[in-house]
């Protein structure tokens, strides 16, 4: 055998030894678009899923993007440039009722993450003392202002007993820290960076309703369902990994919101995990999602509780609850 046959045989051995060996590398990388609605605190288990890479130990290569609102980011589902969003439940609810081909598969969120803070000197033995007052709410549609709303008329009282001062969602620390009122409806992180100021929590929507389906990963029906059970499993480790780690959670928080007061980062972060709004699990119960759910049907913008086992991807769930 010539010199030259021989450094071909041995190119092409070299060529097929190489494609064998990164071939299954390159199979188990499945690449995945998720659609967020805002890049929030809210949402961290997906940040931590990702700064973890527990998406990457279930084979998948995800591309989170942030499309700016719960609509957008389900249009994104709806159309297929994403195989899943994360945004509150009540939109995919909404979506479905219309005859949108879609459901939701995994918790991300789940408890009424919104919470009422006042001036220090403002004295509150009850709901009954809002009557009245002055009120930061962030502007409609948003589920902080409908809980608010919810809460008067569970006590007595409609949107007319109180002054609302509708703001920008984000925004609603400015005109109380400002005194433009004694009250203020909000999400983290601005909960904790007005207690930072001297401010104080009268009220706290976790507590008050327990598990409550706030976001979800919402996917098609027709959605791949090797690649939903992967994405279920990598939340899944993510958040036994908060619960059981907290300040390496707070670190991951910092890192995914450097402009933020580490501080108060860190503040948000313990608060959300001692409230129970970042879930022990991906599980999605029929109560929570009801809970959920009702506050939509009172405001009027959805006619009716979706079916359970229909609406909810149960078999994924199940099946991340026992992974290892």
């Known amino acids: 055998m010539s010199f030259v046959r021989k450094l071909k045989m041995a190119s092409l051995a070299a060529a097929l030894a190489f494609a064998a060996g990164t071939a299954p590398a390159a199979a188990q990388n499945k ?10 605190m809210l949402y961290l288990p997906l940040y931590v899923a990702l700064n973890k890479g527990y998406f990457e130990k279930e084979g998948l290569d995800l591309t989170k993007e942030t499309a700016g609102s719960p609509t957008a980011a389900l249009s994104a589902v709806i159309s297929g440039s994403a195989q899943f969003s994360l945004h509150g439940p009540e939109w995919t609810a909404i979506a479905a009722e219309k005859g949108a081909p879609v459901f939701i598969m995994a918790n991300v969120v789940n408890g009424a993450a919104v919470w009422i803070a006042a001036a220090p000197d403002f004295k509150y033995e009850s709901p009954k003392d809002l009557k009245g007052q002055k009120v930061v709410t962030g502007q409609m549609p948003t589920t902080s202002t409908s809980l608010f709303i919810k809460l008067l008329k569970e006590n007595g009282m409609s949107e007319k007993d109180v002054e609302m001062l509708q703001v920008p969602i984000g925004s609603e620390p400015g005109p109380l820290a400002a005194g433009q009122a004694k009250l203020a409806v909000m999400y983290e992180p601005g909960l904790d960076q007005v207690v930072a100021r001297g401010m104080k929590v009268i009220l706290g929507f976790p507590k008050l309703y327990g598990p409550y389906a706030f976001s979800s990963i919402t996917a098609r029906k027709d959605v791949d369902a090797d690649l939903a059970q992967r994405v279920a499993n ?12 907290e300040a390496e959670t707070v670190e991951i928080a910092k ?4 402009k933020l007061d580490a501080a108060v980062v860190e503040a948000a972060t ?8 970042y879930p022990k699990s991906v599980d999605i ?11 939509q049907i009172a405001l009027g913008n959805l006619k009716a509780q979706p079916d359970y086992k229909t609406f909810v991807g149960k078999g994924f769930i199940d099946k991340a609850l026992t992974i290892n």
């Open 255 to 258: 890192k995914e919101f450097p």
């Open 270 to 277: 313990k608060r959300m995990l001692a409230d129970g709004v």
């Open 285 to 295: 119960t029929p109560e929570a999602l009801t809970v959920g759910l009702d506050t």
């Open 31 to 40: 690449k995945v678009v998720l659609s967020q609605a805002f890049q929030s």
């Open 234 to 245: 990598g939340l899944e480790r993510a958040m036994r990994f908060m619960h059981a780690n």
